[in-house]
């Protein structure tokens, strides 16, 4: 029944350290998007895709990188990881007519 | 700019009502959706309403739009503990791919 899947739902990485999150979804849903939540907050996008295509926030660090290779799967990569990365990284898929988002449950990353 | 506001706490007995307030300012918005989110887990869609309507309701929820004030309200019926959550108000907005999220009510049920 799981629509979007993340991977792992908990990750350690050291700083600097590269980290790659996952994301799958079974939803065919052409967007997906990657956000970053810290405590007490609301989620901040970071990008999505349209299809292949790539949509950067404009506030979104160079440290951040994704990639879509097909439909159903998007990673996050984390180049070099920042004590100020740790968050709860959500992603999110949107293909319905109503446009509304659909989350998968996240994967909380700390940075020691 | 865009912006989405809601208020931070809210604290209610377990068998009345909430109520939980946001207001938006992007007038444009097609759609405006709540979503719930419980400690260490993602963000579920509770439910959404469109621009044209003014109240829709889903079992104990009921979603009241008010496109003058840009004003939407969340009401759950009969509040139970399993209620207790960060909700999200969010609006459509830069097309239709973008959603701006409000900064989340916390709503606790107490006995």
């Known amino acids: 029944d799981a629509m979007v899947i993340q991977n792992p739902r908990y990750q350690v990485t050291q700083f600097g350290k590269p980290v790659t999150l996952s994301c799958s979804q079974t939803l065919n849903h052409n967007v997906m998007y990657w956000y970053q939540q810290k405590s007490s907050q609301a989620p901040k996008l970071l990008f999505h895709y349209y299809d292949k295509d790539f949509n950067n926030e404009a506030d979104t660090p160079d440290n951040f990188q994704s990639r879509r290779p097909n439909t159903s799967f998007c990673f996050l990569d984390i180049r070099s990881p920042g004590l100020g990365d740790a968050a709860m990284y959500l992603c999110?898929?949107?293909?319905?007519?109503?446009?509304?988002?659909?989350f998968g449950p996240g994967t909380r990353l700390t940075v020691t | 700019g865009e912006d989405v506001e809601q208020s931070l706490f809210l604290s209610v007995r377990e068998g009345d009502s909430s109520v939980i307030n946001c207001t938006y300012t992007?007038?444009?918005?097609?759609?405006l959706y709540w979503y719930k989110q419980e400690p260490g887990a993602g963000l579920q869609l509770l439910t959404y309403i469109f621009s044209n309507m003014d109240m829709k309701q889903d079992q104990r929820l009921t979603v009241l739009l008010n496109k003058k004030d840009k004003h939407l309200s969340l009401r759950i019926a009969d509040t139970q503990t399993g209620d207790s959550a960060i909700y999200f108000c969010a609006e459509m907005s830069g097309g239709y791919n973008k959603l701006i999220f409000g900064a989340g009510t916390r709503l606790a049920v107490h006995p």
């Open positions: 999110a898929t949107s293909g319905g007519q109503t446009y509304e988002q659909y």
């Open positions: 992007d007038s444009s918005s097609t759609y």
